[in-house]
């Protein structure tokens, strides 16, 4: 293991010089000078650069391993766009300059807005919300302050168990009580079922399309009529809009409200930590609880509207992680509609290829086809006490990033896979074979393997037990 | 895969130990063994009114966090803090020292929805 930059530290010398006779200014009074030496590692110089080349290089990434993630649409993203991000022009701006020099930028959020409506079927977008989940709260406050608005007392949201695991969450935080609805071994939603728990009560069903088990929602146009018929909302979770766009638009299949995941399907790298955006998209009788500011246009000029007083007020530090939103834009520029419609299928055609090889030799829940990514259940093929975190944990030792695992929870010893568009046949291929020869030779033939694994990994099988029930959180 | 024969159950794998107006419940053997090592619990508060098949705690593992749901409708009278700083009492003894909270019921016809020993066993086996 690399070790921690303190550890490197050697008492010999200080790795670094300051000026002795450097002037401090007289009004500094003495109480706040500093009388100690600076607590810093010493480490010189070219130490340092391994320290930080050694560590990237132990990296497990994009650029390095195919990473089919589910749910996690790690796709590569075009590298000029991170560049893009970066210019001068747009990176040293500073988000208290007068919006009257800050017209490009204005403009470029004003431009996705309609862009993400066109892409959508909503009529209009909030750009601030940081990430998916964010998304989903700002979501629900403004059902909420809807309902409120016409006086009526609704505090229940319907969230089926094929949904993404945040929709609850964020429900709950909003405020709401949670009706689950138990899907169907595709993770469809039948049209009687949810009819036994609709009462006047309930706010809103949120839907994840495509599921988590990487099918299309068939019952939409009769799901629509029966929530509106009870005067509750759609809520559309487009986390998986990579699987649809170009395709079907939620706004068009009567969803009132939903949110997009920048950072998944256009152009921001997904996981390490963010930034990430997670708009929101409305029709048009929501408009007025969208979050401030509001971009409008204004004759030659945009502007920022703070003056609404139905809105929800502010969620979000200034107007969002600009860069997301920048590359996002360029993104959707480049590619048009074309492009975007040909990444969709392209996403969904690589998902189904990986399908039709595995689905005669493992158990797929969902059955023979899929969306954009697809879920493995191995559970009977299992003996010897192997689960599916041996198997992922194998998959390590073959240099591949591991998929999902354990998620849907709606599925046993789940393996959850999503490809990407952006991946070739023979990665597919490569993948499938190695996955296959795990889970069908090894784990009956060499179960210790599996056990042991990862063993060509710089570090072994870690104490996941451990570091939950007593994580070390700080050095010393 | 151990399965007593005193006691009640539910669909969502609870064990529920009725002892006059009072049910004393946990996390079956199977249900302990499927969410493998706990390392986290939220345990309802005394004095809390519940409704049945309501979830009012949450066992989390490495895998995942699920939640518990009351077999019964009334009031927690009594939760099982020790288990909150040694989570793992639950996987070594899910039917005695790891039991999470007992409830003082309202309806003894409730009851009468739980699952007996060999239900359970049909729905896990």
Redesign the interface.
């Known amino acids: 293991m690399e070790k921690l930059l303190n550890e490197l530290s050697t008492e010999c010398c200080p790795a670094y010089s300051l000026d002795s006779d450097i002037e401090i200014n007289p009004q500094v009074p003495e109480s706040l000078k500093r009388n100690l030496s600076l607590d810093l590692p010493n480490i010189s110089e070219n130490d340092l650069l391994r320290h930080f080349t050694n560590l990237s290089r132990k990296n497990y990434a994009l650029s390095t391993t195919f990473y089919p993630l589910g749910s996690c649409t790690m796709k590569y993203n075009p590298l000029v766009n991170e560049r893009i991000a970066k210019f001068d022009n747009f990176a040293k701006l500073h988000p208290y300059q007068d919006s009257k020099t800050v017209q490009g930028v204005l403009e470029v959020m004003y431009n996705l807005e309609k862009d993400l409506c066109e892409i959508s079927g909503m009529d209009c977008f909030s750009l601030q919300q940081a990430a998916g989940a964010h998304g989903e709260f700002s979501s629900l406050l403004i059902i909420a302050k809807y309902f409120k608005s016409i006086k009526q007392k609704r505090a229940k949201i319907i969230v089926p168990d094929s949904a993404h695991g945040t929709n609850p969450a964020s429900a709950a935080l909003a405020g709401f009580d949670i009706v689950p609805l138990k899907s169907e071994s595709d993770g469809s939603i039948l049209p009687e079922k949810l009819k036994e728990i609709l009462t006047p009560e309930i706010a809103a069903i949120m839907l994840t399309v495509p599921n988590t088990l990487g099918t299309f929602e068939k019952n939409i146009p009769e799901i629509s009529k029966i929530v509106h018929g009870n005067g509750s909302l759609l809520y559309y979770d487009g986390a998986n809009l990579n699987a649809v766009m170009g395709v079907v638009k939620p706004g068009d299949m009567g969803f009132d409200i939903m949110h997009i995941n920048l950072h998944k399907t256009f152009s921001t790298p997904h996981g390490g930590g963010g930034p990430g955006s997670g708009p929101i998209g409305v029709k048009a009788f929501l408009e007025p609880f969208l979050p401030l500011p509001r971009i409008e246009s204004k004759g030659n000029e945009f502007i920022l509207n703070y003056e609404k007083q139905e809105s929800i007020g502010k969620l979000k530090a200034f107007f969002g992680n600009f860069p997301v939103i920048l590359k996002a834009y360029v993104y959707i520029k480049s590619l048009g509609a074309k492009g975007l419609k040909n990444v969709s299928e392209q996403a969904v055609l690589n998902a189904n290829y990986m399908l039709s090889r595995f689905k005669d030799k493992i158990n797929v829940p969902a059955g023979g086809r899929c969306m954009h990514e697809f879920v493995l259940a191995p559970k009977k093929l299992f003996k010897n006490a192997v689960r599916t ?1 041996d198997v992922a944990k194998r998959l390590l030792d073959y240099g591949y990033y591991a998929p999902t695992v ?2 849907p ?1 709606i599925v ?1 010893e789940a393996i959850m896979i999503e490809p990407t568009e952006t991946e070739s046949k023979k990665t597919l291929d490569a993948f499938v074979d190695t996955l296959i020869k795990i889970i069908l030779e090894e784990a009956s033939l060499e179960p210790q393997k599996l056990k042991d694994a990862p063993v060509n990994t710089f570090v072994g099988r870690l104490n ?2 451990e570091a ?2 007593n994580p070390i959180l700080k050095w010393k | 895969m151990n399965i007593p024969d005193n006691l009640k159950y539910t669909k969502t794998h609870e064990w529920v130990k009725i002892d006059c107006n009072k049910a004393k419940v946990g996390i079956t053997d199977f249900a302990q063994h ?1 969410i493998t ?1 706990i ?2 619990i939220e345990l309802p508060e005394i004095g809390k009114r519940v409704k049945k098949e309501q979830p009012i705690a949450v066992i989390e593992s ?3 966090a699920f939640d518990i749901y009351t077999p019964l409708s009334g009031k927690i009278i009594d939760v099982n803090d020790n288990i909150i700083e040694t ?2 009492v639950v996987n070594k003894s899910p039917y005695g020292d790891g039991y999470l909270f007992t409830v003082e019921f309202d309806d003894e016809k409730e009851i009468g929805s739980l699952l007996s020993v060999d239900d359970y066993k049909k729905l896990i086996l």
Do not use: G, I, M, T
């Open positions: 975190l354990y998620f929870l046993e996941e037990v939950a029930r | 499927e090592d390392v986290h490495v895998k995942s989570p793992e």
